[in-house]
């Protein structure tokens, strides 16, 4: 059984950054793909970016392009989400995500099957 445990959550003001980290243990973590998603009080949770199993393909929501980067460590079994110029919108709990299917659009919840906890990240104006 995997599982993930994010880090690196936080109060920050606008224009700051952020670096998430997600954490995984159980299984080899490079078998996997590796999403970020968001959800704010009372809506549902989206997608942020995501990165393929072997590291050379990333997606990113339009929302976050220039500004987060993800990456992954599959010798530390980690995934990282830096997060620059971040913006009061960015607010919110952020979730990590993997599946190890490669099958499922990379942007949809359904398509990953193993989550954290979560983290908070909160911006400030």
């Known amino acids: 059984q995997l599982q993930l445990t994010e880090s690196g959550g936080g109060l920050v003001q606008a224009g700051g950054s952020l670096r998430l980290s997600c954490a995984a243990s159980?299984?080899?973590?490079?078998?996997?793909?590796v999403g970020w998603f968001r959800q704010r009080p009372g809506t549902d949770r989206w997608f942020v970016a995501a990165?393929?199993?072997?590291?050379?393909?990333?997606y990113y929501t339009d929302l976050v392009k220039g500004r987060f980067t993800i990456s992954r460590d599959d010798v530390a079994n980690m995934v990282h989400l830096q997060m620059d110029s971040l913006e009061p919108v960015d607010t919110a709990v952020y979730y990590c995500?993997?599946?190890?299917?490669?099958?499922?659009?990379?942007?949809?919840?359904?398509?990953?099957?193993?989550w954290g906890q979560g983290t908070q990240v909160t911006v400030s104006s």
């Open positions: 995500a993997a599946t190890d299917s490669s099958a499922g659009y990379y942007r949809a919840v359904s398509t990953y099957n193993y």
């Open positions: 159980g299984r080899t973590f490079s078998r996997y793909r």
């Open positions: 990165i393929d199993s072997r590291g050379t393909t990333s």
